[in-house]
């Protein structure tokens, strides 16, 4: 595509219910990652992908949170039982190759998610 | 801990007036020093910095980075309404994940 897409934008969960947000990035692009965003902070990383395999998922806070990307391309983050303070913009961001200088990550509009 | 500090947290000036953004790092491993512009969600890319004294330029908007003393700056010169942003400083620390700031949120006055 032309550029990483993100679904859904906005999302409003009641606590305790599980999630899904869904990462769509520019076509061609081998590294996906994923960032949230609270507000007033810069993103923090949460997990790298290289193709299919997760290449460091230090960032996940909890085992509540998980993500996959089966076919090296959409990648889906999952987070269970979901809490208030997961409350954030969800922001997913792809690049060419991973781990190589100079190649920038693009970022997609994010998702908004609000733990009620 | 890798740590990334960003100075002034808030600005207001008015358009045409110049600005200067300040970064500031303390990482493990340093690769490159990112500058992105957040504009309701996403980070759009402004510069990459790799190597200290060189300055990158585009149109009003130039940076530079410092190696020495671990800090990089973003300058914008006669500033209109549309800079308003949150301007977003981040560091590659060849852990295939970036170190963001906090940010500083710019608000240009007409």
């Known amino acids: 595509g032309a550029g990483v897409s993100q679904t859904p934008s906005n999302k409003v969960t009641e606590k305790g219910k599980y999630v899904e947000l869904r990462c769509d990035p520019i076509?061609?692009?081998?590294?996906l990652y994923w960032y949230r965003q609270s507000l007033g902070q810069g993103p923090e990383f949460l997990i790298y992908?290289?193709?299919?395999?997760?290449?460091?998922d230090s960032g996940l806070p909890n085992d509540r949170f998980f993500a996959v990307r089966p076919e090296g391309s959409v990648s889906t983050l999952k987070i269970q039982r979901t809490e208030r303070g997961d409350s954030a913009v969800y922001l997913c961001?792809?690049?060419?190759?991973?781990?190589?200088?100079?190649?920038?990550?693009?970022f997609g509009q994010g998702t908004r998610l609000t733990v009620v | 801990e890798d740590k990334v500090v960003q100075s002034p947290l808030s600005l207001v000036v008015h358009e045409g007036d110049t600005v200067t953004l300040n970064c500031s790092y303390e990482?493990?491993?340093?690769?490159?020093l990112l500058w992105y512009k957040q504009e309701k969600k996403a980070p759009t890319f402004l510069f990459m910095l790799?190597?200290?004294?060189i300055e990158k330029k585009s149109g009003r908007l130039s940076s530079i980075l410092d190696k020495k003393e671990l800090f990089s700056i973003l300058n914008i010169t006669a500033t209109q309404t549309g800079d308003s942003a949150i301007y977003l400083c981040?560091?590659?620390?060849?852990?295939?994940?970036?170190?963001f700031g906090a940010g500083t949120i710019l608000r240009v006055k007409s």
């Open positions: 961001a792809s690049s060419l190759t991973g781990g190589q200088p100079n190649t920038e990550a693009f």
């Open positions: 076509s061609g692009h081998t590294a």
């Open positions: 992908f290289q193709g299919t395999g997760a290449a460091d």
């Open positions: 990482v493990t491993n340093f690769r490159s």
């Open positions: 790799t190597s200290s004294g």
């Open positions: 981040a560091v590659d620390t060849y852990g295939n994940k970036l170190v």
